[in-house]
């Protein structure tokens, strides 16, 4: 199979919340594997950080509706006039509280953010995209396995999830593809960083690993290349088996048992 299959060169890429963390790493990444990038996001720091990337950059607030319909397109704009891969990614996680004692402002706000931020995108991308587009949208294993005090969180990827599904069946007509990625724990300020609450929360995959954001681009780059023409309404799970099941390595932490630990 030839390498261009695989390949998103000159693929013109919008990316909101780009300026930092996953979305830092999937710009970084795709601008090395030669795509023209955008970054949209609400922080005016993302100009320097598009700049040191060779990317560009739009000032957007996913929350705003305007925002969303202005800002891609000023994205398109630069970008010559269309865009080829949407990468919704923008994404918060605050403390809400538990069941019965709700702080539903903060509720709101994750919910505003994370899923009608994905709204939005779908509903003011795809008139800038054409046959072949990709939008790829960043979930999590949250929106499957929650967690106490997360679920403004978890509810907003699970509904993010579903809404990966109908939007990949209503613009399959027009030839755009739509996935979904649920990547594990990271080293990102949601994913504790590389502090040792970021460690501490890779028990909860299979494999223990606390993921690099670059690590994690390689994922959404095989999802926008021509090589995933099949893959619409997926929800691709690159979580090191978080929400596989409980792992040895989950328990040993549990139990405190070592004979519980994953072997080497």
Same mark, same amino acid.
């Given at each position: ?140 294993? &949250? ?5 106490? +005090? =997360? %679920?403004?969180?978890?509810? @907003?990827? !699970?509904?993010? *999830? /579903? ?74 799970? &690159? ?5 596989? +099941? =409980? %792992?040895?390595?989950?328990? @040993?932490? !549990?139990?405190? *048992? /070592? ?6």
């Amino acid at each position: 199979m030839s390498d261009e299959v695989f390949s998103i060169s000159g693929r013109r890429t919008v990316i909101t919340g780009g300026a930092a963390g996953i979305g830092l790493g999937i710009a970084t990444h795709f601008r090395a594997a030669g795509a023209e990038v955008v970054i949209a996001d609400l922080s005016e720091a993302g100009g320097a950080v598009a700049d040191a990337i060779g990317a560009g950059f739009q000032q957007m607030d996913v929350t705003d509706e305007a925002s969303v319909r202005d800002g891609l397109a000023g994205c398109a704009e630069q970008l010559g006039g269309r865009i080829d891969v949407l990468i919704l990614n923008a994404g918060i996680d605050l403390d809400v509280g538990t069941a019965g004692d709700l702080d539903l402002t903060a509720f709101r706000k994750v919910m505003d953010v994370n899923f009608m931020g994905v709204v939005n995108g779908l509903a003011f991308g795809p008139a800038h995209m054409g046959e072949g587009g990709v939008v790829l949208i960043t979930s999590s294993p &949250a929106g499957r396995v929650t967690l106490e +005090g =997360l %679920s403004a969180y978890s509810a @907003s990827k !699970a509904a993010i *999830d /579903s809404l990966t599904h109908t939007a990949a069946i209503e613009l399959a007509q027009r030839g755009i593809r739509v996935n979904a990625v649920l990547p594990g724990i990271a080293k990102t300020d949601m994913g504790g960083g590389a502090t040792g609450e970021g460690t501490a929360l890779a028990v909860l995959t299979a494999t223990g690993i606390q993921r690099e954001p670059g690590e994690l681009a390689p994922v959404f780059h095989f999802l926008a290349s021509p090589a995933a023409a099949p893959i619409t309404g997926a929800t691709v799970q &690159a979580d090191d088996g978080m929400t596989a +099941g =409980l %792992s040895r390595l989950l328990m @040993s932490a !549990a139990f405190g *048992d /070592s004979s519980l630990q994953a072997p080497s």
